[in-house]
């Protein structure tokens, strides 16, 4: 069996497929929160006075958000690094499920 046909075969299991939609579904929402979350600050700064106001002492809200910005970094960072970690074991079970299927079916031909 050619490599292309083998990789045909994989792409069609439903757990390759199942991958593929749970790590769309997570990198366009996560992309989609960064990016609102990282320019809300420069559009709320400029064309608003919303985050000019105190938030503790002589800090304003928009020190404050600018701060959270370094936290939700991180916390994309770590929750990436797990969620690429459980893609990775999906990957595992595709590969060992594909080899099984095309082991059988190389045997039967």
Not at 32 to 43: D, E, G, N, Q, T
Not at 54 to 81: E, K, N, Q
Request: with cysteine; hydrophobic share 50%; proline share 3%.
């Amino acid at each position: 069996m050619r490599d292309e046909e083998k990789y045909e075969k994989i792409v069609a299991l439903p757990g390759f497929q199942d991958m593929l939609a749970k790590k769309k579904k997570f990198i366009l929402t996560s992309t989609l929160i960064i990016f609102i979350l990282f320019l809300a600050l420069p559009v709320l700064t400029s064309y608003s006075t919303v985050l000019n106001h105190t938030f503790i002492g002589p800090i304003t809200w928009a020190w404050f958000w600018a701060f959270m910005l370094f936290i939700m970094t991180w916390f994309f960072c770590v929750l990436y690094t797990k969620k690429a970690s459980s893609f990775d074991q999906l990957n595992e079970k595709i590969k060992e499920e594909a080899n099984k299927e095309l082991t059988v079916k190389e045997a039967n031909v």
